[in-house]
């Protein structure tokens, strides 16, 4: 039954849908799509508040009612109205309960161990199949073998099985076909299709109770979207407005003028340090990212960050003297090999992902040529600092004829620089930061220049970018607080206060890029975020009060005589407190109130001392001393460790037993929290 549409039934379908308006802040740098429904419904908003208005204009102006009959009518369509409303909103729930989300469903690997070859081939067949693939199948040239050759317009992709006396993948070798010549597939490539597709047949033949149909379904998923990659990569080398086989290659020759750039910024990093491996964790603070070809995909990632939990499992993954370093280059202290195997199944890595997609409409092509980052304060490398990405752009037209034409649309192939790995999500960003992300990809996009000034430091009613980090509901709360306990008892326990800073935060995902010195400036803003981060996840935050963990009669059961006469008379004993309240806050970073475009360093703000990411802690001294003790902890990527710690005058002189490169090295062992108690355990208790 249709009804016209009345002021009950248009706010009703707003009413429908609860996930109509999303829970969270959105950003087009971390879920597109539902960052284009939400302008959407914003608009449909506008529009349902213009008709309501204009409605209600209409009802006053109009004369009152008499006809009994009519007013009877028109209550009656309105009970319709809402009892086909509360159905149809009845449905949508039962409906939205009981569909399954999105669920992968197992593989059915056979149980015959003979069948598995035939199953397997025939499984990797479909896949090249279904992504526009022509596959062909070879089972008698060479006996107790199977080969397969995927062939695209200019791709031809050769991968040959052993079947007795074990199914086992032998060898896959790839090369291109382009203007009447053929062309080689890197070692690498080769390699990493290698690793892809033996994967899945290492686990199809795994023993019978051991084998995860769930694990080898998604093994399959990734085989497929790797070759739709592929299939897209053919598909622009083959075209005639394409870059040929630098579609192909691009991977292969960045890498390599990349690992240059690593390879000197390392270097200046084991000088500073004088040693001759680079620790990893240093080199990633201090430095552009380390380049990792073929790592999760054709294209090229790069390891942005490490935690120091994640840090610590890898150095002792490279206990093996098998695994020996000494010829790479860079040398870190853990081998590229361990990084490259170990580092995706950690969850204190971060990974940012090149990747190239097919996009609807059309991406700025503003290029940024100005501005203060990327900063090279290691090692300048000026050269790649251009170096422009392989695009093509070319309507998409379905091969379906005429209608296909009317239904073209233009579309872009867009490089992305991608940040969620798997099924988690992308990374919790500060406003201030990731708007400084959409400056790097557009300068001179002024929508969103003056943002951050008119919400930084007002209440907004959304949760802070802290609250998106710690607070696993995503519900703003106006302070946490947590227990820090010393493990060696170095200090008494800490009390720690957080107070969340008034600055929304964004889930950043992926990012539009068209050449390096993007990537670079965007990795530069990235790991600050990282660092913060990491130190505030580092514990377990609770929002309000912490439990109190003894009764003041408890506490007065194990205080004797001698110490109650000790504090009677004034002589102040080593007296062990129950606590040691610290405050924490984060200082915004200073932005400029006006912006220009006279200067791009007036737009974004460069990495100097004053706007790099810090955490202020402060404390009261110990006793008898009535002050309070600061602590900044700064990063800073040019110090040696990429850290820097600055106290107050009075505790500075206090603290000779620890020196500045021993609370540096504190904070990138994963300490910053403990600075605090180390110097209230070290301060000398005087006596009066």
Not at 23 to 45: M, W
Not at 151 to 171: W, Y
Not at 486 to 504: C, G, Q
Request: aromatic letters at 6%; glycine letters at 6%; charged letters at 20%.
């Amino acid at each position: 039954m249709n009804l016209p549409p009345s002021m009950l039934s248009t706010i009703q379908s707003l009413q429908r849908d609860k996930d109509l308006f999303p829970s969270s802040s959105t950003h087009l740098f971390g879920n597109p799509e539902q960052a284009s429904s939400t302008i959407d419904v914003l608009q449909r908003l506008v529009n349902t508040g213009e008709e309501l208005n204009h409605s209600l204009t209409l009802y006053s102006l109009a004369s009152s009612i008499s006809n009994p009959k009519l007013s009877s009518l028109l209550r009656q369509q309105c009970q319709i109205s809402n009892s086909l409303h509360l159905s149809e909103q009845s449905r949508d729930f039962i409906l939205n309960t009981i569909r399954p989300k999105i669920t992968v469903y197992g593989e059915d690997i056979p149980l015959d161990p003979s069948a598995i070859p035939g199953w397997c081939v025939a499984r990797f067949e479909r896949w090249g199949s279904s992504v526009g693939l022509e596959v062909f199948r070879d089972e008698e040239s060479k006996p107790g073998r199977i080969l397969l050759v995927f062939g695209g317009k200019s791709l031809v992709l050769d991968v040959e099985f052993v079947v007795e006396p074990t199914f086992t993948l032998d060898h896959i070798k790839t090369s291109f076909a382009l203007n009447n010549d053929t062309h080689e597939g890197s070692e690498q490539w080769d390699a990493f299709l290698f690793r892809l597709f033996n994967s899945f047949v290492k686990e199809i033949q795994r023993p019978q109770f051991d084998a995860n149909p769930v694990q080898v379904a998604l093994l399959g998923l990734n085989v497929e979207e790797q070759l739709k990659r592929l299939v897209l990569l053919d598909k622009l080398a083959s075209s005639s407005d394409g870059g040929g086989i630098q579609w192909f290659t691009e991977t292969d020759s960045l890498s390599e003028k990349l690992l240059i750039v690593a390879v000197a910024e390392a270097s200046e990093i084991a000088k500073s340090l004088d040693s001759s491996a680079v620790p990893l964790d240093i080199f990633l603070q201090r430095c552009h990212g380390l380049p990792l070809p073929y790592l999760s995909n054709s294209f090229l990632s790069f390891l942005v960050h490490v935690s120091p939990a994640a840090y610590l499992q890898l150095l002792h993954s490279s206990t093996d003297p098998s695994l020996s370093n000494a010829s790479e280059k860079p040398s870190f202290d853990i081998p590229l090999q361990i990084i490259s195997s170990k580092a995706l199944q950690l969850t204190g890595c971060v990974f940012a992902t090149l990747s190239l997609q097919n996009t609807p409409g059309r991406v700025s092509e503003v290029v940024m040529t100005g501005g203060p980052r990327p900063a090279f304060g290691v090692s300048s490398q000026e050269g790649l600092l251009d170096h422009m990405f392989p695009h093509s752009k070319k309507p998409s037209l379905p091969e379906d004829g005429d209608l296909g034409l009317l239904a073209a649309r233009e579309t872009e192939n867009t490089w992305f620089l991608d940040f969620k790995q798997s099924d988690r999500q992308g990374l919790v960003m500060s406003q201030g930061r990731m708007h400084d992300i959409e400056v790097i990809v557009n300068p001179l996009n002024d929508s969103t220049l003056h943002v951050v000034s008119s919400l930084v430091g007002t209440k907004t009613g959304m949760a802070s970018w802290v609250d998106m980090l710690i607070n696993s509901s995503n519900s703003s709360a106006t302070s946490y607080s947590t227990l820090y306990n010393s493990p060696s008892d170095a200090h008494p326990p800490l009390r720690i206060h957080l107070s969340p800073p008034n600055e929304p935060g964004f889930i950043l995902e992926r990012v539009p890029v068209q050449n390096m010195k993007q990537v670079w400036a965007i990795l530069e803003v990235v790991r600050e975020q990282c660092w913060l981060n990491n130190t505030l996840s580092n514990v377990n935050w609770s929002s309000g009060g912490l439990p109190v963990e003894a009764s003041p009669d408890d506490i007065m059961d194990d205080v004797d005589e001698e110490e109650l006469q000790a504090i009677l008379s004034g002589v102040l004993r080593q007296i062990k407190p129950l606590h040691v309240p610290v405050t924490i806050t984060i200082p915004p970073p200073p932005r400029p109130a006006q912006q220009t475009f006279d200067d791009l360093s007036s737009i974004t703000p460069a990495p100097t001392p004053a706007n790099r990411p810090k955490l202020v802690m402060t404390s009261p001294e110990k006793p008898p001393s009535n002050g309070m003790i600061e602590v900044v902890v700064t990063y800073d990527e040019t110090k040696p460790k990429g850290v820097a710690v600055e106290l107050s005058s009075g505790v500075a002189s206090n603290a000779s037993n620890l020196s500045a490169d021993m609370m540096e090295e504190i904070v990138r062992r994963g300490g910053v929290l403990s600075l605090v108690g180390r110097l209230f355990g070290k301060a000398s208790y005087s006596r009066t």
